[in-house]
T-cell receptor, first 116, second 116 residues
Framework: AQKITQTQPGMFVQEKEAVTLDCTYDTSDPSYGLFWYKQPSSGEMIFLIY??????QNATEGRYSLNFQKARKSANLVISASQLGDSAMYFC?????????????FGEGTQLTVNP | DTGVSQNPRHKITKRGQNVTFRCDPISEHNRLYWYRQTLGQGPEFLTYFQNEAQLEKSRLLSDRFSAERPKGSFSTLEIQRTEQGDSAMYLCASSLLFGQSGPFQYFGPGTRLTVT
């Protein structure tokens, strides 16, 4: 079974500063994918970034980067130069198997608040 | 590409009534997923389809729940004899099995169900 743990229920950051959202995972499958989604108050889940278990380099997408430490089973999201619009709920998720489209297992989320 | 759409966006029903939700995936996506999200939690997997075949169902999907994807395009999720515990956001997502965009799941805006 897969498990995702997000230990930060809430995080605060000043506008223009960087913030790291923590995520640890557990799976016995050697092949897996890790995802981060953003959920604003409107409710829609917005895909941010993806890391495959065999990827050699950390994933980056604009201001988002994923700090992937396989031995520690962690996949932290780093948001650089925070903006007020980044205030939202952030979910880490995992899918066992890189090429199959099977279920996602989500963590409980971290509520990020960006202060002006 | 119009994204994943869900209807209705909000549904209020009385306990014991039946409700049906609809999801229209991204047109070329052959996989479709249903998740349920209760307040303060991450989404939980309910079921998924590959084309018209329902390939996996979660234990969360009791016999009061039924999902269909009759022609491999849109899907419906029906809840019979609703209970207050069914109050949640019901999220639909779609993905390609293989392809350049990868097996990423793209989510719709959700249907928020309130059972009174």
């Amino acid at each position: 079974a897969q498990k995702i743990t997000q230990t930060q229920p809430g995080m605060f950051v000043q506008e223009k500063e960087a913030v790291t959202l923590d995520c640890t995972y557990d799976t016995s499958d050697p092949s897996y994918g890790l995802f981060w989604y953003k959920q604003p108050s409107s409710g829609e889940m917005i895909f941010l970034i993806y890391q495959g278990s065999y990827d050699q380099q950390n994933a980056t997408e604009g201001r988002y980067s994923l700090n992937f430490q396989k031995a520690r089973k962690s996949a932290n999201l780093v948001i650089s130069a925070s903006q007020l619009g980044d205030s939202a709920m952030y979910f880490c998720a995992m899918r066992a198997g890189e090429t199959s489209g099977s279920r996602l297992t989500f963590g409980e989320g971290t509520q990020l608040t960006v202060n002006p | 590409d119009t994204g994943v759409s869900q209807n209705p966006r909000h549904k209020i029903t009385k306990r014991g009534q039946n409700v049906t939700f609809r999801c229209d995936p991204i047109s070329e996506h052959n996989r479709l997923y249903w998740y349920r999200q209760t307040l303060g939690q991450g989404p939980e997997f309910l079921t998924y389809f590959q084309n018209e075949a329902q390939l996996e169902k979660s234990r969360l999907l009791s016999d009061r729940f039924s999902a269909e994807r009759p022609k491999g395009s849109f899907s419906t999720l029906e809840i019979q004899r609703t209970e207050q515990g069914d109050s949640a956001m019901y999220l639909c997502a779609s993905s390609l099995l293989f392809g350049q965009s990868g097996p990423f799941q793209y989510f719709g805006p959700g249907t928020r169900l309130t059972v009174t």
